[in-house]
C-alpha cells in the first residue's frame, strides 16, 4: 500500500512561476523525503525533512512539514523548464532502530513551459 | 565513483524464462533495495538488505528472489519471468539504515523489462 499521496497528480505552469505540490500520508513518520525524476531516468534526492523539522529550504526548494495533519507540501520557485519532472515524496514510518524502508507516493508531474 | 550502476538497460523476455537483474555500488552503502515502477504509480519495494548476509522482502516480494554475499552487489531473480512483471526496476542504496533513521537513497538508472 501507498504511504504517501501526491497531489495534484499533474501540474503545468509558465517559466518563472512558482510551482506547490503536496503529500500526504497516513501514519506516523520518522521523516519525509522528496525525489525528482526525469524522464527515463532514475530518482534523485532533493530534501529530507524530519518528523520535529516543520520547514526546510534548499536553493528554490522549500518544503515545510505539518504532521498534525499529516501532510507535506514542496515548492520550487522561479521555476525553470529544466524543472520539468515528475516528483514524489517517500516517508519512513518504521520503528527506531528497526531495519526501515521508504513508501513511495504516485507522484506529481510537473511542466514547466517556456 | 560511479554510484549506482544497474544492468542491463532493457530486457525482453518470454513468459517462463528467469533472469537476473544486476546492481552494483561502490560507496560503501550497507544498505541496498529493489523497486518496480509501474505506469502512473509510485515506485513499491520488492526486497531490501541492510548489509552482506541479510535481505528481507519488501511490499511486492512475489517472483523475485535476492541474495547479499558482499557489500557492493545486490542481485535481482526473476524465478519465472510473467506479463505482470513487466515493468521498471531501479535499485538503491544508502548508508547504514540498522539504526538511526532513513539516509538519502542513491538510485540506478533503471532496468526496463518487457516479458511477452
Known amino acids: 500500500s501507498q504511504q504517501g499521496e501526491e497531489d495534484p497528480q499533474a501540474l503545468s505552469i509558465q517559466e518563472g512561476e512558482n510551482a506547490t505540490m503536496n503529500c500526504s500520508y497516513k501514519?506516523?513518520?520518522?521523516?519525509l523525503q522528496w525525489y525528482r525524476q526525469n524522464s527515463g531516468r532514475g530518482l534523485v534526492h532533493l530534501i529530507l525533512?524530519?518528523?520535529?523539522?516543520r520547514e526546510k529550504h534548499s536553493g528554490r526548494l522549500r518544503v515545510t512539514l505539518d504532521t498534525s495533519k499529516k501532510s507535506s507540501s514542496l515548492l520550487i520557485t522561479a521555476s525553470r523548464a529544466a524543472d520539468t519532472a515528475s516528483y514524489f515524496c517517500?516517508?519512513?514510518?518504521?520503528?527506531?532502530?528497526?531495519?526501515?524502508?521508504?513508501?513511495f507516493g504516485s507522484g506529481t508531474q510537473l511542466t514547466v513551459l517556456p | 565513483n560511479a554510484g549506482v550502476t544497474q544492468t542491463p538497460k532493457f530486457q525482453v523476455l518470454k513468459t517462463g524464462q528467469s533472469m537476473t537483474l544486476q546492481c552494483a555500488q561502490d560507496?560503501?552503502?550497507?544498505?541496498m533495495s529493489w523497486y518496480r515502477q509501474d505506469p502512473g504509480m509510485g515506485l513499491r519495494l520488492i526486497h531490501y538488505s541492510v548489509g552482506a548476509g541479510i535481505t528481507d522482502q519488501g511490499e511486492v516480494p512475489n517472483g523475485y528472489n535476492v541474495s547479499r554475499s558482499t557489500t557492493e552487489d545486490f542481485p535481482l531473480r526473476l524465478l519465472s519471468a510473467a506479463p505482470s512483471q513487466t515493468s521498471v526496476y531501479f535499485c538503491?542504496?544508502?548508508?547504514?539504515?540498522?539504526?538511526?533513521?532513513?539516509?538519502?537513497?542513491?538510485f540506478g538508472p533503471g532496468t526496463r523489462l518487457t516479458v511477452l
Open positions: 525533512i524530519r518528523s520535529n523539522e
Open positions: 501514519t506516523s513518520i520518522n521523516n
Open positions: 560507496m560503501n552503502h550497507e544498505y
Open positions: 538503491a542504496s544508502s548508508y547504514s539504515r540498522r539504526s538511526g533513521n532513513t539516509d538519502t537513497q542513491y
Open positions: 517517500a516517508t519512513d514510518e518504521g520503528a527506531r532502530g528497526s531495519a526501515r524502508q521508504l513508501t
